[in-house]
């Protein structure tokens, strides 16, 4: 991984709070990101407070930037999303690769999902908690790529 990823995870608190623990595990294991990963909750009132020290590079002093960073945003509406990937990409002059997953549970069948995916492009992929444990590091192994 040689540029910066943001992994916006939107769905249920519950689901969304699972999903970090697996990709920030898995992150773990990179040897390229070690030290470099940030883990980030908000809502749509707080973006500007949480995000603005680790995505606007000119206006902020810190010295190590994140390589990696996982964003919990829960309970969101696709405009938030929209407007939370704008943010990102004014704010960091396009450093961040945006990343939307929408967590659930249960599993989607194939069909469902690629109509999600295609009337809702903003997002990804869909994220199933409750997937094999293999399944679910051959999907973060993908993002992260």
Not at 71 to 80: E, L, Q, V
Not at 115 to 125: C, E, F, H, P
Request: net charge positive; with cysteine.
């Amino acid at each position: 991984m040689s540029y910066r990823k943001i992994i916006n995870l939107s769905g249920r608190y519950k689901f969304v709070r699972d999903a970090c623990e697996d990709i920030y595990d898995y992150a773990l294991s990179i040897a390229s990101l070690e030290g470099r990963i940030q883990v980030l909750h908000s809502n749509p009132r707080t973006v500007d407070i949480t995000l603005s020290p680790f995505v606007n590079f000119y206006k902020t002093s810190s010295t190590v930037q994140p390589k990696l960073i996982i964003h919990c945003f829960p309970y969101t509406t696709y405009k938030n999303l929209q407007e939370l990937n704008n943010y990102v990409d004014k704010e960091s002059i396009n450093m961040f690769t945006n990343v939307n997953l929408f967590v659930h549970e249960p599993r989607i069948i194939e069909s469902f999902k690629n109509d999600i995916l295609g009337r809702r492009s903003i997002y990804t992929d869909l994220y199933c908690t409750s997937d094999t444990y293999e399944n679910k590091n051959k999907k973060i192994q993908k993002y992260l790529s």
